[in-house]
């Protein structure tokens, strides 16, 4: 616990990231004080609504992943397709299947599949984790203002209701205050990169009977390639709730007059009530540095990509548990704070990378793959189906089928990983539903023959050092092996069977310097 004005950590901002680096906190014991302008969470503007195979990993860690999937609208099994067509209620081009990891429930692949659930969703699972929890509080209605660190300690600066003011003393601060957040300017940090020039506009409303109107059975995605009104959409729940992004409009012709665009994606007249509208242009934008001193990004903070492949907030997931571990293992004693210069070396190139990717993913939408035939005659459709179909599978392929980027990263070159990539642990099913990440300690986890020498050496120097660590009697999953080291957030940090390098191989994969 801690007083109202010294936390160990303060965290700038309490959308997903910025819980999600709480609830990391807490999983190893350790407070945190989360402040959020929001006082709710609105649902007008759900702007996230794919959470990735391993964000649900992660939030099975805190026994979370249950909550999100009970309350998603959509259910995991509801449908893991996405469709092309001439409007929602036109004729269907093609239709791709086994998007975002939908498709796989019970596979050794991953420990959980994807799920689709709004942003707002998640958000409100979080904060009711954060609020039953013993470690952890949020403090809504109030904005970090400003941060100054010192050698001792980071103190912020929180503007509250009606002028009010206070500042809170931290051993260390997290900026997951987004865009427009005041952590990068408090660590010297600028974003890198660009916007995307074609303004989008994101539309949510309500539209009595018209699931039932629709001729494509259940997706995730109905993608329209109607040059005349390229876009896309999606059900927010099983009622009449949808949302729809509007390609190539402008905040004006969006704001004017929404239902009209809504009526063309669809391909009719219906009557629908427009709830919200919300202009956007995708940004790629990555800072400069992730940390300075005590002060640390993580999120939109740190990095911007379009949302093409549904990686958005799913990237600041990873980013908060990394951060997290790594903090609670300084705080608590057992890694020194030199760890914690890991954290950009890992995080930063992931985010390179899935900005690059949602960049690629965005260079080909609806406009692009849309025909002017695919409007016409049943002859033109015919003669102009079959090109469009290819260019679909061919330029699409990455953005629902991308569990390379999702599952597979790895910390290349990280200074905290002894031997191999520093991937994920490769997952299986001891028994259904038996996962093999069920049987990770909090801390580190040594897998392997228990009885081996080099595991009775790892055990020995981990008590020597302090370092938490559970000899787990499982079988290491190929291709590793014998043994091997798996840190707190489930990547690998060590595989071998030379037990005579356990001292070295704890001190370094805990941030010594080496």
């Known amino acids: 616990m801690h007083s109202d004005d010294s936390v160990p950590v303060l965290i700038a901002g309490g959308g997903p ?22 006082a709710a969470v609105s649902w007008l ?3 996230a609504k794919t959470v990735s195979a391993r964000t649900m990993e992660l939030f099975a860690r805190w026994n979370l992943a249950a909550a999100v999937r009970d309350r998603a609208p959509l259910a995991v099994g509801w449908s893991d397709e996405a469709v092309f067509a001439t409007s929602l209620l036109g004729r269907e081009i093609t239709r791709v299947s086994g998007c975002f990891g939908l498709d796989l429930t019970g596979s050794d692949r991953a420990a959980e599949p994807g799920q689709q659930a709004p942003q707002p969703l998640v958000e409100e699972v979080l904060r009711e984790a954060v609020a039953a929890s013993p470690h952890a509080s949020l403090l809504t209605g109030w904005q970090v203002t400003g941060l100054r660190q010192d050698p001792g300690g980071v103190t912020a600066s929180l503007a509250g209701p009606d002028g009010a003011a206070r500042e809170v003393r931290a051993a260390y601060a997290v900026g997951c205050d987004g865009g427009r957040g005041v952590t990068r300017d408090a660590i010297g940090a600028r974003y890198e990169g660009s916007d995307d020039a074609r303004p989008n506009v994101n539309i949510v409303f309500r ?4 699931a039932e109107r629709v001729p494509h059975g259940p997706a995730v995605h109905y993608w329209v390639l109607d040059p005349a009104r390229p876009g896309v959409l999606g059900r927010l729940d099983l009622a009449d709730a949808w949302w729809c992004i509007a390609q190539g409009v402008d ?3 969006g704001e004017a007059d929404p239902l009209r665009l809504v009526r063309e994606l669809v391909g009719t007249g219906i009557d629908a009530r427009i709830l919200a509208t919300d202009p956007w242009q995708a940004r790629m934008l990555l800072a400069d540095r992730y940390a300075r001193g005590r002060i640390f990004l993580a999120g939109d903070a740190a990095h911007q990509n379009p949302p093409w492949g549904g990686h958005g907030f799913n990237t600041g997931i990873g980013d908060a548990v990394n951060l997290g571990w790594k903090l609670a293992a300084v705080l608590s004693g057992w890694a020194p ?3 914690l210069d890991s954290y950009e070396a890992e995080r930063r190139p992931i985010a390179a990378r899935t900005i690059e990717e949602a960049a690629r993913n965005m260079a080909t939408l609806a406009p692009e793959l849309s025909d002017p035939r695919l409007t016409g005659t049943d002859e033109e459709f015919a003669a102009a189906r079959p090109a469009v179909a290819e260019a679909v599978h061919r330029t ?3 953005e629902f089928h991308s569990l390379g980027l999702v599952l597979d990263y790895a910390y290349e070159d990280s200074p905290v990983v002894a031997t191999g990539p520093g991937r994920r642990l490769p997952h299986r099913w001891l028994a259904p539903g038996d996962s093999l990440y069920a049987h990770l300690g909090r801390g580190f986890t040594l897998l392997g023959d228990p009885a081996a020498p080099a595991a009775r ?3 020995v120097a981990a008590r020597e050092l302090g370092v938490p660590l559970t000899v787990a009697g499982l079988r290491v999953p190929p291709p590793l092996g014998p043994l091997a080291l798996v840190r707190p957030d489930q990547h690998v940090a060590w595989h071998g069977d030379d037990g005579r390098t356990a001292r070295a191989v704890l001190r370094r994969v805990t941030g010594h310097p080496h």
Do not use: Q
């Open 17 to 38: 990231v910025g819980l999600a680096t709480a609830l990391e906190l807490a999983h190893h014991g350790i407070g945190s004080l989360v402040v959020e302008p929001r």
């Open 45 to 47: 503007r759900p702007r």
């Open 207 to 210: 539209a009595p009977g018209l």
């Open 251 to 253: 905040r004006a012709a």
């Open 337 to 339: 704070a030199t760890l």
């Open 396 to 398: 699409k392929d990455g």
């Open 457 to 459: 050496d790892f055990a």
